[in-house]
């Protein structure tokens, strides 16, 4: 085992532990399970409904930016799910489990696993700005 061996292992390395063609393969597979699921499928076609390719295509960005830091992705995620008023966080777990399946089936075991930690915490921040409310937490109520 070489020392480029254990960086890439280990995920901390200069060398990504994906590619462009692994991103566009993962968010059209991924995209592909959401549409065809019964709870997640209809949400995702109300808002985007015929124009998926553009939608798939700021995805492919998005990943890009994230995992390639390609900076190509210039949105406001956090703006576009606070329009979302039906989402719930359950509508969030099914969504990382289906992005689990599709990293397994699509992508290394290292590069899967980097995959999922990121969108799990981006999930995580995307909750904590839709779903927080400080009311009920006001020690003083
Ligand atoms: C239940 C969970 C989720 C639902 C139902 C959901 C739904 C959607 C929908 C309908 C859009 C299109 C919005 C529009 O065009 O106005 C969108 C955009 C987007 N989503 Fe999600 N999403 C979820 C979770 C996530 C997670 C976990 C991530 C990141 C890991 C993510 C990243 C994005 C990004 C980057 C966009 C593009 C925003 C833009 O227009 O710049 N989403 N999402």
């Not at 699509?106 to 839709?130: H, N, T, Y």
Request: some cysteine; glycine content about 6%.
């Amino acid at each position: 085992m070489t020392v480029e061996d254990i960086r890439l292992r280990k995920g901390d390395g200069d060398r990504p532990a994906t590619d462009e063609a692994e991103i566009d393969r993962l968010v059209r597979a991924f995209y592909t399970r959401i549409r065809a699921d019964a709870v997640l499928g209809p949400i995702f076609d109300g808002v985007i409904g015929d124009n998926w390719e553009p939608h798939l295509l700021k995805m492919i960005d998005f990943w890009s930016s994230v995992m390639l830091t390609t900076g190509r992705y210039k949105g406001q995620p956090m703006r576009a799910h606070l329009k979302l008023k039906q989402v719930t966080p359950e509508h969030f777990e099914r969504w990382l489990t289906l992005f689990r399946e599709t990293a397994d089936a699509v992508c290394a075991p290292e590069a899967a696993d980097r995959f999922v930690e990121k969108a799990g915490r981006i999930a995580e921040s995307l909750q904590l700005g839709m779903f927080f409310k400080p009311v009920l937490h006001d020690p003083s109520r």
